[in-house]
Protein backbone atom coordinates (compact mmCIF):
# COMPACT_ATOMS: atom_id res chain seq x y z
CA UNK A 1 0.00 0.00 0.00
CA UNK A 2 1.15 3.37 -0.85
CA UNK A 3 0.16 6.05 1.66
CA UNK A 4 -0.38 9.45 1.38
CA UNK A 5 -1.52 12.91 3.53
CA UNK A 6 -3.48 15.14 3.05
CA UNK A 7 -4.12 18.06 5.47
CA UNK A 8 -5.58 21.36 5.58
CA UNK A 9 -3.34 24.19 6.02
CA UNK A 10 -3.51 28.15 6.15
CA UNK A 11 -3.49 29.93 2.90
CA UNK A 12 -1.28 32.64 1.76
CA UNK A 13 -2.76 36.11 1.37
CA UNK A 14 -2.42 35.27 -2.93
CA UNK A 15 -4.62 32.34 -2.09
CA UNK A 16 -6.95 33.44 0.18
CA UNK A 17 -7.57 36.49 -3.09
CA UNK A 18 -7.83 33.76 -5.64
CA UNK A 19 -9.33 30.79 -3.76
CA UNK A 20 -11.38 33.13 -1.26
CA UNK A 21 -10.92 30.51 1.15
CA UNK A 22 -8.51 30.65 4.88
CA UNK A 23 -7.62 27.19 4.36
CA UNK A 24 -6.87 24.84 1.58
CA UNK A 25 -5.89 21.55 1.31
CA UNK A 26 -2.05 20.37 1.34
CA UNK A 27 0.37 17.31 0.62
CA UNK A 28 -1.18 14.47 -1.57
CA UNK A 29 -4.84 15.40 -1.82
CA UNK A 30 -7.07 12.38 -3.33
CA UNK A 31 -9.23 13.14 -6.53
CA UNK A 32 -12.54 13.60 -5.56
CA UNK A 33 -15.14 11.05 -6.23
CA UNK A 34 -12.46 8.12 -5.81
CA UNK A 35 -13.18 5.56 -3.26
CA UNK A 36 -9.91 5.31 -0.81
CA UNK A 37 -9.00 4.08 2.75
CA UNK A 38 -8.18 6.35 5.05
CA UNK A 39 -6.36 6.05 8.50
CA UNK A 40 -6.37 8.59 11.32
CA UNK A 41 -5.94 8.31 14.94
CA UNK A 42 -5.92 4.42 14.87
CA UNK A 43 -9.21 4.42 12.88
CA UNK A 44 -9.75 2.81 9.22
CA UNK A 45 -12.74 3.84 7.08
CA UNK A 46 -13.93 3.97 3.59
CA UNK A 47 -14.23 7.48 2.33
CA UNK A 48 -14.03 9.91 -0.80
CA UNK A 49 -13.35 13.66 -1.80
CA UNK A 50 -16.87 15.17 -2.15
CA UNK A 51 -17.75 18.63 -3.50
CA UNK A 52 -19.17 20.72 -0.96
CA UNK A 53 -20.40 24.55 -0.69
CA UNK A 54 -17.14 25.72 0.81
CA UNK A 55 -14.83 23.22 -1.39
CA UNK A 56 -13.52 19.57 -0.52
CA UNK A 57 -13.89 17.32 2.04
CA UNK A 58 -14.38 14.00 2.91
CA UNK A 59 -17.94 12.47 2.56
CA UNK A 60 -18.50 10.34 5.39
CA UNK A 61 -15.64 11.80 7.83
CA UNK A 62 -14.82 15.38 9.41
CA UNK A 63 -11.06 15.03 9.10
CA UNK A 64 -8.39 17.73 8.53
CA UNK A 65 -5.20 15.84 8.78
CA UNK A 66 -5.49 11.85 7.48
CA UNK A 67 -3.37 9.10 6.06
CA UNK A 68 -5.10 7.39 3.21
CA UNK A 69 -4.36 4.49 -0.02
CA UNK A 70 -5.96 4.35 -2.90
CA UNK A 71 -8.16 0.82 -2.93
CA UNK A 72 -6.60 -1.77 -4.97
CA UNK A 73 -8.02 -4.77 -6.46
CA UNK A 74 -5.91 -8.13 -5.46
CA UNK A 75 -4.96 -10.00 -7.82
CA UNK A 76 -6.67 -13.33 -7.56
CA UNK A 77 -5.49 -16.48 -10.01
CA UNK A 78 -7.68 -18.71 -11.01
CA UNK A 79 -8.44 -20.85 -8.02
CA UNK A 80 -6.44 -23.32 -9.13
Known amino acids: ?24 WGGDVPDIYVTILIYQNGNYD ?15 NDYDDFYWCEIEKPEA ?4
Open 46 to 60: IDYMDDVDVGFALSN
Open 1 to 24: MNWKHAYLRKATEEEIEVLGCEEI
Open 77 to 80: GNGG
